[in-house]
């Protein structure tokens, strides 16, 4: 999983409520060791931050699954269920939760 950090998302002058480093605590403390979390720089939708990437796992990926773009990932409900999907085997293993399906968003420049 790669979660945005730098310009909008993980920005407490933008979401004040939410408390950005202890979001990344949780989610690397939850999916740890199966599942790697990362920070990026701006991943190019600051509309829809916090901005959280699902990467498939390599055999899903050789399957054909692409990653999964997740916007305003900002409670814990969100939260809880994309790591419940990432648990599940998530892109091209398991499918998307309908309201977790709410929160999917294009890649920048689809």
Same mark, same amino acid.
């Given at each position: 999983?790669?979660?945005?950090?730098?310009?909008?998302?993980?920005?407490?002058?933008?979401h004040p409520a939410i408390d950005h480093d202890a979001q990344l605590d949780r989610?690397?403390? =939850?999916?740890? +060791?199966?599942?790697?979390? /990362?920070t990026s720089?701006?991943?190019? #939708?600051?509309?829809?931050?916090?901005?959280? =990437?699902?990467? +498939?796992?390599?055999?899903? /990926?050789?399957?054909?699954?692409?990653? #999964?773009w997740f916007g305003l990932v900002l409670s814990d409900a969100v939260e809880n269920d994309?790591?419940?999907?990432?648990h599940a085997g998530g892109p091209g293993v398991a499918e998307v939760p309908p309201m977790?399906?709410?929160s999917v968003i294009p890649a920048p420049g689809r």
């Open positions: 999983m790669t979660v945005c950090r730098d310009c909008c998302c993980g920005n407490a002058l933008k989610l690397r403390e =939850v999916l740890a +060791p199966a599942h790697r979390v /990362r720089q701006c991943l190019d #939708v600051c509309a829809e931050a916090n901005v959280m =990437v699902v990467h +498939p796992t390599p055999a899903a /990926r050789r399957q054909g699954a692409a990653p #999964v994309l790591v419940t999907w990432v977790l399906e709410l």
